[in-house]
């Protein structure tokens, strides 16, 4: 699960220099307490180097007081471009959507039946729109009319074009994207601003995210540590005084700055925002940085089987006779229940028929009447006018059918049923009238190199449930197959709630994948919905991220990114924090040694001076900001292991790092600073 970044390009960089500056306003600053005391040290530090009286009595010149403001003004610039340049990515991809929408002209069906071109920002929810091969598509929809292949590169950057058709669930389209053969009927779903093109262009450029629980947890401690750093300041006034030593103010602010957290204040934001995009670099959309953050603590994965473990695509592979049938007649009669079937799995069983040489007249069958699939019957098929019935169906369902009509079940269908689905298959009988004639062998197959990804997964202490409407023993199965630890057989719309909440109800934070209309409530449910691009409008509205490339497998590593932001948080938190061991050692001697000789015990780094000591501090506080912005772009180095041993890891690496790493640094530049002076 390794997780990929793009090189940053110059123009990301140069504007993130440009924004380092826009962001010293004063009012966006606040909203960061720990780098927001540093830009009014900062400021106050600029009126001190232009009078350094302006205090009262100064034993410092201008000289000081100008490196310190320099020191402090590169420290808040240096926060502020890792924010910035965490927001580049985001911003470069929302001007190219936006473009894309802003030149887009929408063809609109009218009352008498002609179609209107008009701007596509014109559209209304209803509105039905004609998309021709070349074009693209203006708005969210859904197919009510034709079957088109479709280029979404322009949103998921994957140029292999998919097949998008009326009915089932993948009749949803999205804005932005091109037909690149036939046409398509498109019925508008959204109105002007809520489009997922609009959401992802206010989503991407950062606009739209919030700080999550834990950000905001952290930014209250932050601000809180300030506080008292700033209070401790404040009472080593009076006894400086007492002790007869002068304190410069920008000595104290110096002293200040260096104290407080300013390295994870810095680096905060950057951090989150680095998490959102590098979940969108995956293409996958994240509604919320809580969606995110909290991908990285689930505890149970539901997937659905079709499209998410098996590919999906269940096509007829044989056709079993029953009893004394032959080959040719379970053909036929497979063929017939299936010819007004439009779904994929009823095309293939026509598709195999023909290979077989089999064909039925067109003429047999015109007028017929047509019956759907249910939920309830579990069912197709057509009701010819000569009174013949063809029934396709769940064997289970056909069986009951037959002995309905007074028929006789084959003694071997069972036998010829639980075969197939033992091997994976999905049987489906056929019947006319009330004899069965033979079963349909529908075959999936599991995407490879799944069993060891949820290995990985249970490494991570991770449980997966399987959810699939095929029988029990098809679902063992592909469950043994694909190495899950669960599976639901037979599940509909609220088994997959029921699991979803049993898992909540123990503590556990659950994870789900899903693209139709039925998935719409769990996914809802879930703490992180993952919902399939190419599926129902229902389910990406109910969902809290969308993948692009409708890629169910995707969560796998949305959880490793959610974790890795995890990861990263703390541990820059735990070396910013480490990191003030060592400035107490710098700065508290410096200060004091010349009224209290004993503290000379104190300063093992052996510093040069007061002056150089406390500069030393502050230049390494502002440089480790920089050095630490590639971290907090890429996030920390992430394994799949037991967050036990990776809490224990992080600790040793970053904590330990973040006591070590100052005394080396803050003596190197004392070294420098003392052979300037």
């Known amino acids: 699960m390794a997780i990929q970044n793009k090189p940053l390009s110059k123009d990301i960089i140069s504007q993130a220099i440009i924004d380092s500056f826009?962001?010293?306003?004063?009012?966006?600053?606040?909203?960061?307490p720990v780098m927001f005391v540093v830009e009014v040290g900062t400021f106050i530090t600029l009126i001190l180097s232009i009078k350094p009286d302006i205090f009262g009595f100064s034993t410092v010149g201008r000289g000081y007081n100008t490196v310190v403001f320099f020191i402090l003004l590169f420290t808040v610039l240096f926060a502020n471009f890792a924010e910035a340049l965490a927001e580049g990515r985001g911003k470069a991809q929302a001007d190219t959507l936006r473009k894309t929408k802003s030149e887009t002209m929408a063809k609109v069906k009218q009352k008498d039946g002609s179609y209107k071109e008009i701007p596509s920002t014109s559209l209304r929810k209803g509105d039905i729109v004609r998309v021709d091969t070349g074009e693209i598509i203006p708005s969210d929809g859904e197919i009510i009319e034709g079957l088109a292949s479709i280029d979404e590169s322009a949103i998921t950057g994957e140029s292999a074009p998919v097949i998008k058709e009326a009915g089932g669930d993948f009749s949803s389209v999205t804005g932005g994207t091109r037909v690149v053969s036939d046409y398509i009927i498109v019925k508008v779903m959204t109105d002007p601003g809520e489009s997922f093109l609009d959401r992802m262009i206010s989503l991407v450029e950062g606009a739209a995210r919030q700080k999550t629980p834990n950000e905001i947890a952290l930014t209250t401690?932050?601000?809180?540590?300030?506080?008292?750093?700033?209070?401790?300041?404040?009472?080593?006034?009076?006894?400086?005084?007492?002790?007869?030593?002068?304190?410069?103010?920008?000595?104290?602010?110096?002293?200040?700055?260096?104290?407080?957290?300013?390295t994870i204040g810095g680096l905060l934001s950057a951090i989150g925002i680095a998490g959102m995009n590098r979940v969108t670099q995956f293409n996958v959309l994240a509604m919320s940085g809580k969606a995110v953050e909290a991908a990285g603590d689930i505890n149970t994965m539901i997937l659905?089987?079709?499209?998410?473990?098996?590919?999906?695509?269940?096509?007829?592979?044989?056709?079993?006779?029953?009893s004394n049938m032959s080959q040719q007649e379970v053909t036929l009669a497979a063929l017939k229940a299936s010819v007004k079937d439009e779904t994929p799995e009823g095309r293939s069983v026509v598709e195999l028929a023909h290979k077989q040489g089999v064909h039925w007249?067109?003429?047999?069958?015109?007028?017929?009447?047509?019956?759907?699939?249910?939920?309830?019957?579990?069912?197709?098929?057509?009701n010819l006018k000569d009174g013949m019935e063809i029934r396709k169906g769940a064997v289970d369902a056909i069986k009951q059918y037959v002995t309905a009509k007074g028929g006789n079940i084959p003694s071997d269908i069972e036998e010829k049923a639980t075969t197939i689905a033992k091997a994976g298959g999905t049987p489906l009988a056929v019947a006319i009238n009330n004899k069965v004639y033979g079963v349909i062998n529908l075959k999936d197959t599991v995407k490879p190199g799944l069993k060891e990804r949820f290995a990985e997964l249970r490494e991570m202490g991770i449980k997966t449930i399987m959810c699939t409407g095929d029988n029990p023993l098809t679902a063992a199965t592909i469950a043994a197959e694909a190495g899950v630890d669960e599976f639901i057989a037979e599940a509909k719309p609220e088994d997959k709630i029921a699991a979803i909440q049993r898992e909540q109800d123990e503590g556990k934070l659950v994870a789900m994948t899903g693209d139709g209309t039925n998935d719409a409530p769990?996914?809802?449910?879930?703490?992180?919905?993952?919902?399939?691009?190419?599926?129902?409008?229902?389910?990406?509205?109910?969902?809290?991220?969308?993948?692009?490339?409708?890629?169910?497998?995707k969560l796998l590593s949305v959880i490793a990114i959610g974790k890795q932001l995890l990861i990263t948080r703390g541990a820059l938190t735990t070396f910013s924090i480490s990191n003030d061991i060592a400035k107490y050692f710098a700065i508290i001697p410096a200060l004091f040694i010349t009224a209290i000789p004993q503290l000379q015990s104190l300063n093992i780094m052996g510093l040069s001076s007061p002056k150089s000591a406390i500069l030393s501090a502050l230049i390494f506080n502002a440089i480790i900001i920089p050095l630490l912005i590639p971290i907090a772009m890429k996030g920390a180095k992430y394994k799949a292991m037991d967050s036990n041993r990776l809490l224990s890891r992080n600790l040793l690496v970053y904590g330990l790092g973040g006591v070590i790493v100052p005394f080396i640094g803050i003596k190197i530049i004392d070294l420098i600073v003392a052979a300037l002076v």
């Open 221 to 262: 401690l932050l601000a809180v540590l300030t506080l008292i750093f700033l209070f401790v300041i404040i009472t080593l006034v009076p006894i400086a005084n007492f002790l007869k030593v002068n304190l410069d103010v920008a000595t104290l602010i110096a002293l200040l700055v260096c104290l407080i957290p300013t």
């Open 22 to 32: 826009k962001k010293l306003n004063p009012l966006g600053m606040m909203k960061n």
């Open 304 to 322: 659905d089987k079709t499209g998410t473990i098996t590919f999906g695509n269940r096509m007829a592979s044989e056709f079993v006779p029953v």
């Open 522 to 553: 769990a996914l809802a449910q879930a703490d992180v919905g993952l919902a399939m691009n190419s599926g129902t409008m229902a389910a990406k509205e109910a969902a809290n991220m969308i993948d692009l490339d409708s890629d169910p497998t």
């Open 361 to 382: 007249n067109e003429s047999e069958y015109a007028g017929a009447e047509i019956v759907e699939f249910t939920a309830e019957t579990r069912m197709s098929g057509l």
